[in-house]
């Protein structure tokens, strides 16, 4: 199994490289990167681009890794046997499914994704450690071991909210997505938005690109964040001289899409004012 990206995704050289690198390895995918940069549709197009069904985990923080085995309902099975329901004699009939289980269960290789990782307690990576290791884990209320029928792939992302325990660091293959330069951008953006003006697409990215790397700004924009803006611009059917025409002005239009704070709007206007010599 090789993935090499999707016509619905721009998968550069070192991630497509990442990828079967996990795959071969047969270790979870640990991938970072600033929100918005495409971790957790890289998960959808792999399973797309393989041609294998995928799983999804979204982690909150009251989440605990037990939950993605199985989960059992104790008040479920006391509340039927007060009612003298016959399922209270098969235990297994108040056992909760988890991802995991159904990963391991598939009777097909799944892509299994972990999403959002760090949104859970700090003991939630290492309380996986053993089944994503061994491929299994034992149900005690029912005395069965579930073991994986074929190794899921498994893709776990994390925004780096907090620090991963490093003894979950070390079982897997890292990648940090870096955000994209103008060139791979462009073709990201021909993927949404086919047929887009050259000149518009230029002038837009260039302005883009200002906002990005202007100092003091609190929360960049992201990849899906510009992907927004230009379907704004052509919805509004604004060319690359309309951009160009602000005068006076450091805000791009439609800015909304792009700044999504007050302090980094403040920011622009203050710019602006200064650029205006203060009056």
């Known amino acids: 199994m090789r993935f090499d990206g999707t016509k619905d995704y721009v998968a550069t050289e070192d991630l497509a490289v990442a990828v079967n ?7 979870p995918l640990l991938v970072k990167g600033e929100p ?15 041609g294998v069904p995928m799983l999804e985990w979204a982690v909150k923080s009251t989440t605990r890794a037990q939950q993605g085995l199985y989960e059992y309902d104790a008040v479920s099975r006391l509340r039927d046997s007060q009612l003298g329901d016959d399922r209270v004699h098969d235990i297994g009939n108040y056992i909760r499914r988890g991802k995991l289980w159904q990963a391991f269960d598939a009777e097909e290789r799944v892509v299994l994704l972990i999403d959002e990782i760090d949104k859970a307690d700090i003991e939630f990576p290492n309380d996986l450690l053993q089944e994503l290791d061994k491929m299994e884990f034992h149900v005690y209320e029912t005395g069965e071991t579930i073991r994986a029928r074929h190794r899921p792939i498994v893709i776990i992302t994390s925004n780096n909210e907090k620090e991963l325990p490093d003894a979950f660091l070390r079982r897997c293959f890292f990648h940090y997505i870096r955000f994209p330069e103008m060139e791979t951008l462009k073709q990201i953006v021909e993927v949404h938005h086919p047929g887009i003006q050259q000149a518009l697409l230029t002038t837009a ?25 230009l379907k704004l611009l052509l919805a509004e059917d604004l060319t690359a001289e309309d951009l160009k025409s602000e005068t006076g002005s450091a805000l791009p239009r439609l800015h909304g899409a792009l700044l999504k704070n007050e302090a980094d709007v403040h920011l622009f206007e203050r710019l602006a004012f200064m650029a205006r010599g203060g009056r």
Not at 36 to 50: D, I, P, S
């Open 36 to 50: 918005g940069t495409g971790k957790t549709e890289l998960a959808r197009q792999v399973a797309k681009g393989l």
């Open 205 to 229: 990215l260039t302005q883009f690109y200002q906002v990005r790397e202007q100092q003091g700004l609190k929360k960049k924009p992201s990849t899906s964040e510009v992907l927004d803006w």
């Open 21 to 27: 690198a996990a795959i071969t390895l047969q270790r």
